[in-house]
């Protein structure tokens, strides 16, 4: 079950990829998910499928979009030189981006299902007593929201671990900079190199089945059941 140095640096890649995204996601999905409840307006509605296009569209359509509205002559991809050093193309950020807006369903529902489980009476008894607007958000809100956090952040992390068409429209196949796990295993197969497809994918197999252990295991309600006497 050894790994070749190539296939240790995708790995890395991938996590580090995967865990910068994951960071990026519930800071984005966080407020999304608060608006999508507050708000029953017909922008939601607009903004919902905006949210759900990277359901149903083909990874490569995403990828291909991002590369011409980023562009080096347009002024998105202008601003984004100015702001990163380099193209949006070939570049790890570039990675980051298409992970972020590929992902960002994945974790804004159960966000928003976590926010729409929180007791409004609990949010009005708080405020009935006097607790300020940040006092409800740490005493009352988050500690509700742990669960599904928690499960909004595995879900992001492990979609994003096994995205091919926009990494590879985005990033291609730079070892050490773009190549990531998907792409390693795909290039194995390609030269036939069986043996080292194998290892790479059962140890993504491995770490996805995991995470999915994980998510369900938090979901379980279950765990949150009061213990009977």
Request: net charge positive; glycine share 8%.
């Amino acid at each position: 079950m050894l790994l070749t140095d190539g296939d240790w640096q995708a790995l890395w890649i991938t996590l580090r990829l995967a865990g910068l995204s994951t960071l990026l996601l519930m800071l984005i999905g966080l407020p999304l998910a608060a608006w999508r409840v507050r708000r029953q307006t017909r922008l939601r509605q607009v903004l919902d499928a905006v949210l759900a296009l990277p359901l149903v569209l083909p990874p490569t359509v995403l990828g291909f979009y991002l590369l011409v509205v980023f562009a080096p002559d347009t002024p998105l991809g202008s601003a984004w030189t100015r702001l990163t050093g380099h193209q949006l193309a070939f570049s790890f950020s570039g990675l980051v981006l298409g992970s972020v807006i590929y992902s960002l369903p994945f974790v804004v529902q159960p966000l928003t299902v976590a926010f729409r489980e929180i007791p409004r009476s609990l949010l009005e008894a708080a405020a009935s007593l006097g607790a300020s607007r940040w006092e409800r958000l740490q005493r009352v809100i988050l500690p509700l929201l742990r669960r599904g956090l928690l499960v909004a952040a595995t879900l992001g992390f492990a979609h994003t671990l096994g995205e091919f068409g926009v990494v590879l429209m985005l990033g291609g196949s730079i070892p050490g900079e773009t190549q990531v796990v998907s792409i390693a295993l795909f290039q194995h197969v390609e030269a036939l190199r069986y043996a080292e497809a194998h290892r790479l994918a059962a140890a993504l197999l491995g770490l996805s089945f995991l995470l999915l252990l994980l998510v369900y295991g938090l979901g379980d309600p279950r765990r949150s059941a009061p213990m009977r006497t």
